[in-house]
């Protein structure tokens, strides 16, 4: 090997290893001791353990000595789990991690996922963001998730994430409360991203009410209740951004759910899947209006969630719903809707947009057919109010 190499100065090494994928990283690391020396911090930074053996085997590599630093570079760590991992290895004889258990008091062979994960988090300090996808049986972790703990007795790593995605395995939702609980009460944890939450019906006690960190709550591909939802949302001190996809089961309560973000909510996404609007739902929800929310700026929604069941004709309706503050927004049509309608309403809105929404950038259209010339006059109003005009939000 060129020996000039290894006269590159470490801080340039880190910034071009920083732009390297990882297959690149793990080449350049057999280059040279000193060149393994200073990308260990992007080998380790981004771990992603999906096969069976990866999760055992990377906690052992922690809990070497003489490799324990490695644990100071892991910052993203990705787990993604599935049933045959259970059978697929046994640990309880690692001299290693039976000893890292035992320091924990924990007081059984470490042999599934959950009680893996639980040490692994034990020993990362700086991590930030946490993934986990976990398909399998209740484990240890499960049971830690549903307990009740003092900031000082989380793992290391839970101490310090500030972004934790959670898919949620189709178990028993007995225990949903507890492990939501466990979640939102995360000390620095601001984005939490639920995945798969099935709860029909779910409450909190008061005192937990305005205690969580989280400012970004991110639910996608779940079933849950309005009320249950409303719930979760008076978790947090001050909620800034809301994304939900799902299916709600009593779509008519949703403006008393989100009643409690009208302060705080800057950024809302919002899409039911199913058609909470048709003609066979006995209980039809009202119109939603934002215009007393005075920092939603970014807003994307189904039409009807904005009209309700009410079928407006008045040009002028979403004068009426908007906040004066919104800079993005983003309608979805769906159904037998007149899509002409829609653009007639929304090239209206843009000739008073300096009147009713002055901030107004993006306008993001989500709709079926439209005729030409209600697109046309639609894209002309767009231009005039100097909106941007497009279907990709």
């Not at 789990?81 to 991690?97: E, W």
């Not at 492990?179 to 009460?185: D, H």
Request: charged share 20%; net charge negative; proline share 7%.
């Amino acid at each position: 090997m060129d020996t000039n190499a290894n006269r590159i100065l470490p801080e340039i090494l880190l910034h071009v290893f920083s732009y390297l994928p990882f297959l690149d990283i793990y080449r350049v690391s057999q280059v040279s001791h000193a060149w393994r020396f200073w990308s260990r911090e992007q080998l380790y930074s981004k771990p992603m353990l999906t096969e069976s053996t990866s999760l055992p085997l990377f906690l052992r590599t922690l809990l070497t000595p003489g490799l324990e630093s490695l644990a100071a570079h892991v910052r993203n760590l990705n787990v993604r789990s599935r049933p045959s991992d259970l059978s697929t290895i046994d640990q309880s004889d690692d001299a290693i991690i039976r000893g890292a258990a035992t320091r924990l008091g924990l007081g059984h062979p470490v042999i599934s996922t959950g009680d893996h994960i639980l040490l692994l988090l034990h020993q990362l300090p700086r991590l930030d963001v946490l993934t986990l996808d976990l398909r399998d049986e209740p484990d240890t972790l499960d049971n830690f998730l549903c307990g009740t703990h003092e900031p000082e007795d989380l793992p290391a790593a839970l101490r310090s994430i500030s972004r934790f995605s959670y898919e949620w395995p189709p178990r028993e939702s007995d225990q949903i409360p507890q492990k939501l609980l466990t979640m939102f009460g995360l000390p620095r944890v601001h984005t939490l991203l639920l995945f798969t939450l099935d709860v029909i019906e779910v409450s909190f006690p008061t005192s937990q009410h305005h205690s969580s960190a989280v400012t970004a709550l991110v639910i996608s591909n779940s079933l849950i209740a309005s009320s249950s939802l409303g719930h979760m949302l008076q978790l947090p001190r001050a909620l800034t951004r809301l994304y939900f996809t799902g299916t709600i089961t009593d779509v008519a309560g949703l403006q008393a759910a989100m009643e409690p973000l009208r302060m705080t909510l800057q950024e809302l996404e919002f899409v039911v899947e199913d058609d909470p609007w048709s003609a066979q739902v006995a209980v039809r929800p009202p119109p939603q209006s934002f215009r007393t929310w005075p920092v939603l700026r970014r807003l994307r929604c189904q039409l009807m969630f904005l009209l309700g069941c009410t079928l407006e004709t008045d040009i002028n309706y979403l004068e009426h719903v908007l906040p004066p503050c919104i800079r993005y927004f983003g309608v979805i049509t769906e159904g037998d809707w007149n899509y002409n309608d829609v653009g007639r309403k929304a090239a209206h809105l843009m000739g008073r947009k300096q009147m009713v929404v002055p901030e107004l950038e993006r306008f993001v259209c989500f709709t079926g057919w439209m005729d030409v010339e209600v697109a046309q006059l639609l894209l002309i109003a767009c231009v005039d109010a100097g909106v941007v005009l497009t279907n990709d939000w």
